[in-house]
C-alpha cells in the first residue's frame, strides 16, 4: 500500500514538472513574441522584413494573435469551417466581415482544436487581431492563469448551442448571446462597462459611446427578459441562470475592480449569492458552518441529521467553513486537463464514497465515483459540490461535512470517538464499538428510562478536559429490523445513505427534548459482540483501555471523513498531523487513567445488554457496593477506585 501510495506520487510530481518545464518554455517564447510586437512600428519597418520574421517565427498559444494577413477574415473562417473547427464569436460579428483597423474578433474555440489552427496567425501584428479563449483554463488560452473566459461546462454549452450567421460564421444563439456578453459586462469589464452599480444610478459613457446597457435590454426582449441594465441586477440574473462565477474564480477576477472585491467579500461574509439559495446555518458547538443549495430534497436531509446544531439567528460573521451544494449536472469540465489524479480513495465504511482527487493551486477537483464533482479550496475552506442525484450530492456531503468539522475540531483539540454516548444521573457513558455492532439499537432501549438522555448514537466529540459533546445524528437502521423505542408520533422514513445495505432513519429533531448537550464521562465500554457470548462485563486495567481507547480514536474507523478534503504532501501538514495525533493519544490515556473502562461482550437480548449496563453504573455511583446480583447471566466483573488500583473480582 505505501510502494503503491510513493509510485502515484513520484508519477504526480513528474507529471507536474514537466508540465510546468513546458509552460515556462512556451511563456518565455511568447514574451520573447511580445517584445517584437512592441518594437515592430520603431524597428521592423520594412514589409518584407516582417513577413520573413512570420514565416520563419510561429506565433505561441496566447490568447491575442493576429490573422495571416494574406488569408483575409473571410477566407479564413472558410478554413474553419472547412476544417470542421468547433469556434464561436462571441460578440461583434455584426460588422462582419467589415471591420476596422481597431476592431478585434473574440473567439471561443474548443480545447482539441486549438493545435489545428496554429498555422492561420502570424507573429507579428500584421493582420486582424484575433483573442482566441480555450474552454477549459489552457496555458496561452485563459482569462487569467487557471481561470476559464466562462466557466468550463457554460463554455462547451455555447458552443454546443452556437449558429450559422450570414451562411459564413458561427455565433452563440440568442439566449447564449446574452447570457454571455452579460457575464462579459458584469465579471469581465465590471466599472469599465459603463453600466451603474445599481437601479438608482444613470448608464454612463464609455468612450464617449453608450455602454452595454442598451444591447442587452433588446437581447432581454428577444429572450423575453425584462431586465433593468445595471450590474446588480445583472449579476442575480446570471446567479439564478447558473451563469455565476464560484467563488474562488470571483476572488480572481476581481483583481482591480472595487465592485466585483466588494461583491466578493459580501458572498465571504454569509451574504446568500442568490435570491433562490436556500441556507441553512449550523453552530457545532462554537464552529460557524453555511450549508447552501438550490435544492430542497437536499436540505431536507441535511435537516434531519444537524436539526440540533441548527442557528436561526444568521448573524454578520463570516462562517469557518462555507459549502454550495447544487443540485445540476456535474461540470467534468472543471477538471484540469492532463491532469494526473493526486491520490485515490476508496469508500471503506457505509459513510464515505470513492473518490479521484486532482489538484491545482490550492483547489481540490474531487470525482466521487462520476456522481458528485466537487471544487474545494482547502485554504479558505469553502467550496462548490455539483450533483444531479439528491441522494447522491448527500452522501458526499456528509463525508465533506464530517471531515471539515472534524479537521477544524481536531486543531483546536476538540477529538473524535466513534461510539453511542448516552447520560445517566448526569454522567456520559460511553461505548465503543465498530459498526453493525448494536450501538444505535441499545442506546434506544436505555432511552425506555426516562432519566436517560442522549449525546449521540454515532460520532461524539471529546473536549481537552475529558468531557463529551453532544453530537446526535439522525440513527439509522437496517429496513425491518427491531427497534426497541421510538419517541410519540415519531416516523421512520427512507436514508439517503448508505447506498447499502439500504436503511431507514429517525428523524433527529424526535429525540431532540432528551439530548444532553454536554456531560461529564463517567465510564467507557469496549463493547464487542460473539455469536453465543455474553452478556458479560469486566473491569479493564489501565494498559488494556488505554489501547482499546487509541483503537477508537487514532484509527478513524465510523468517523465518515474522506481523505480527498484533508490529505496533504507538505511538511507543515505534517507536523500538523503529527501534533493532532500526540493530542489524542494523550486524550486516550487522559480518559484510560481517569475513567473506569469495561469489556462489553453484547448478547443477543438488547434489554437484558441494557439492564447489566444499568446494574454497573449503580454499582459505580455506591461505591459502599461490595456484590452485584446477577439475574442475566454476568460471570464476572473487576470494581476498583477511579485511577490506578487493585483488580480484585467481585464474587457473584
Known sequence: MVLKVWHNLLKFM?????????????SAYALCVRVLRKLNRRVI??????RAINRLLPCPQMVQRYIDPAIGLEEFFTILNQRGIRYTILRGFEKFPFLTKDDDVDMLVHDDDLPK???????????????????????GASYRKGVPLYPSHLAREILDTSVLYKEAYRVPDTKHYFLSLAYHAVYHKAEASGLPNSKDKPLAKVDGQRSYGEKLVVLGEACGINLSPDLRSLHELLTESGWAPRMDVLRIIAKGSRWLTSLADENSGGQPFSSKTMRYQLDIHGLRVLVESNCATFLEYIRRDFCFFHDPNEDQAPPHVRISFLNTPPPWEEIPRHAVPLFKTVGVTLHTVGSTVYKRGSNRYVDHDREVFTVY???????????????ALYRSAYSI?????????????????HSLGITLKEEGLLFLADGGCGKTTLGLEMMKRPEVGWLTDDILQIDPRGNALAFPTSPRFVQGSMIPWLPASANLVRAPMPKHPQKVQLDASFILPRVCPSARVGALFLCRRKSGV??????????????????????????????????????????RLAAVYFSRVRLSFRLAWTVPAFRFDMGGQVSGNAELVLKIHDALRHKGVRSLANPIGVSSFVSRPVGRGSDKKIPR
Open 534 to 575: 455474553g452478556p458479560f462485563i469486566r473491569r479493564l486495567g489501565f494498559l488494556e483501555a488505554f489501547l482499546g481507547i487509541c483503537d477508537g480514536t487514532l484509527s478513524g474507523r465510523g468517523f465518515g471523513v474522506t481523505r480527498a478534503y484533508d490529505l496533504q504532501f507538505s511538511l507543515p501538514y505534517i507536523c
Open 45 to 50: 519597418r520594412f514589409s518584407w522584413l516582417q
Open 377 to 391: 479550496d482547502l485554504k479558505r475552506d469553502e467550496g462548490t459540490v455539483y450533483g444531479s442525484d439528491p441522494e
Open 14 to 26: 513528474f507529471m507536474r514538472w514537466s508540465i510546468q518545464f513546458g509552460e515556462t518554455l512556451q
Open 117 to 139: 489552427i496554429k498555422d492561420l496567425f502570424v507573429a507579428l501584428p500584421t493582420g486582424i487581431s484575433c483573442d482566441i479563449y480555450s474552454v477549459s483554463p489552457l496555458h
Open 401 to 417: 461535512l464530517m471531515t471539515r468539522i472534524g479537521c477544524r475540531f481536531d486543531q483546536a483539540r476538540y477529538h473524535r470517538m
